[in-house]
């Protein structure tokens, strides 16, 4: 058996600060912020640390030094230091352990440490050392039923294998039906470079497997005979130099999302796993691709995960299908059900792209779990399918791969029109599903008001909708048709108003705000503004 670390340690600077930039976190905390709304920060949700046995000089550890700075009170918060429960006890193997592992400590950093993560009020963390876990958690290859696990969020920063396949898909059979039975986010690494897909876990039906934005880590089909060849993995890819990092800033902003939607049906496991994938974003990837059969880019997945696309899905709330199309659904939003076989069991959701706008972008993913059952000795997937029709109920895009337990679909230039997304299965199932959907209006208009000219009116429309992340009317201050109040609408207020109205040295002043800066447009500007409407 083998079970080794994804990378000997994590340098202190690898840019590791700058991930969160990369990821749309700045713009979520400032929008929240503008609306008076605490900013997410992990608090309440508990997770596991699952790594492997480091053995370097001195040091024969899994887990992290708790009195290392990132983990205490003083930077927290909460002002709560975080709490290791340690569920391997202690056990480092043939020899005892010794000394703190330096991988484990920067994959806690990034997860849940106080300035490197998106979820640093994550306070309550269970160790495991990796070959503990997969004997007595998963009684892995072979035992009893694994043991249960009160976690949301589970990261295996590390690749391995068994003494054979065979016991290698025992073991991820186990590991899939934790998943399912516990619902627990679990984030799993693949491996560096490229080399081929290791078994453990990152072939796994259940588990969010996680490559890095610059492909360098394995990639391509599962391999495993028995076990769902032919699947592609990653499943999404995130913004460091390491796959190690990587899989545990995903494991971050899981676990930051789980904040959020702590108590609902947002919290399932497949609906969590659909909310990162359609959240992610594909513009870094030139070459990113699917197929109707293929949901997945074989190098980059769903693509870069992005907390902001994430959040604003969970914002949006959630909307039921239903066997007759109904009202219309946000432009994001989630749902989790069941379905069953036949057509009369299908089930639709609406989408209406309106009349003089185009959607440039719509992200869709539908996610369900493999079934094992607790013979562990098979499995069962049901084939869930996609269809995107439009009014007339031709096909405009589909997802219907009959390997995998993910289905995407990925729109850009979306005509206005009403659209029917349809869910079909061919066996009773749970599913997760997410959505986001991007508007432009085909011409931008800064006359909230509809008055025909672009005045302080205007202004102050915009000035009182200023902030709204999702939702917004035109009449709310929305001048571009995105659904957010931004600086962006007040640019197109200006561009309209300043060529007739506002004097040159005026425009000096009003020039597009940083964020510090809003407090000049709204107390001096204003009055000018309001001149100019009276005069």
Not at 219 to 236: C, Q, V
Not at 394 to 417: F, P, R
Not at 423 to 432: C, E, H, L, Q, V
Not at 440 to 459: K, N
Request: charge should be negative.
């Amino acid at each position: 058996m083998g079970v080794a670390l994804l990378a000997a340690c994590c340098p202190a600077s690898i840019a590791l600060a700058d991930w969160k930039d990369d990821i749309g976190y700045p713009e979520l905390v400032a929008g929240l912020t503008r609306l008076g709304i605490p900013i997410p920060n992990g608090g309440g949700v508990p997770i596991a640390l699952v790594e492997a046995l480091q053995v370097s000089g001195g040091t024969r550890s899994y887990k992290p030094d708790p009195l290392y700075f990132d983990f205490d009170a003083a930077g927290d918060p909460t002002l709560t230091a975080v709490t290791f429960i340690d569920g391997s006890k202690n056990n480092c193997g043939a020899a005892p352990c010794s000394g703190f592992s330096t991988h484990a400590r920067g994959q806690a950093r990034v997860i849940f440490g106080n300035s490197l993560s998106i979820a640093p009020a994550a306070n309550t963390v269970t160790l495991y050392e990796a070959n503990d876990y997969l004997s007595k958690i998963l009684h892995a290859p072979s035992g009893g039923v694994p043991a249960a696990q009160d976690f949301r969020v589970q990261n295996f920063s590390w690749i391995g294998t068994l003494d054979s396949t065979s016991e290698d898909i025992l073991a991820l059979r186990r590991f899939d039906f934790l998943i399912d039975r516990d619902n627990i986010t679990a984030v799993v690494g693949i491996n560096n470079n490229t080399n081929p897909l290791p078994p453990l876990l990152g072939q796994s039906y259940n588990s969010i497997a996680v490559g890095r934005t610059d492909g360098v880590h394995s990639n391509g089909l599962t391999n495993l005979t028995n076990y769902g060849p032919g699947r592609s993995k990653p499943d999404i890819v995130a913004p460091l130099s390491t796959v190690s990092v990587a899989t545990s800033s995903v494991s971050s902003v899981a676990t930051f999302l789980h904040s959020v939607v702590s108590g609902t049906d947002a919290a399932k496991s497949e609906v969590m796993k659909a909310i990162l994938l359609a959240g992610a974003t594909k513009n870094e990837f030139p070459t990113w691709s699917r197929s109707t059969t293929q949901p997945l880019d074989v190098t980059y997945g769903a693509g870069e995960v992005n907390v902001f696309n994430s959040y604003l899905m969970t914002m949006g709330g959630r909307y039921w299908g239903s066997n007759v199309p109904s009202s219309a659904v946000g432009s994001h939003g989630w749902d989790y059900q069941s379905i069953s076989p036949g057509e009369e069991n299908e089930l639709h959701y609406s989408f209406i792209v309106p009349e003089g706008s185009t959607a440039p972008e719509l992200s869709i993913a539908l996610t369900w779990n493999v079934e094992v059952p607790n013979h562990f000795s098979s499995q069962s997937l049901a084939n869930l399918d996609l269809k995107f029709t439009d009014s007339l109920g031709e096909i405009v895009d589909q997802s219907v791969s009959t390997i995998d337990n993910v289905e995407h679909i990925y729109l850009q230039g979306l005509t206005a029109g009403d659209y029917t997304l349809t869910i079909s299965t061919d066996a009773p199932r749970d599913f997760g599903l997410a959505w986001r959907m991007s508007t432009l209006f085909d011409v931008p208009s800064a006359d909230f008001d509809g008055d025909g000219q672009v005045t302080g009116r205007d202004f102050l429309a915009w000035q009182r909708g200023f902030g709204k992340l999702l939702g917004a009317t035109h009449t709310e201050g929305d001048a571009d048709g995105d659904g957010d109040v931004d600086y962006d609408d007040l640019l197109y207020f200006q561009s309209q108003y300043l060529p007739t109205v506002m004097p040159e040295a005026m425009a000096a002043i009003f020039a597009v705000p940083e964020p510090g800066t809003a407090l000049l447009i709204s107390s001096g500007v204003l009055v000018f503004l309001l001149r100019r409407r009276g005069g």
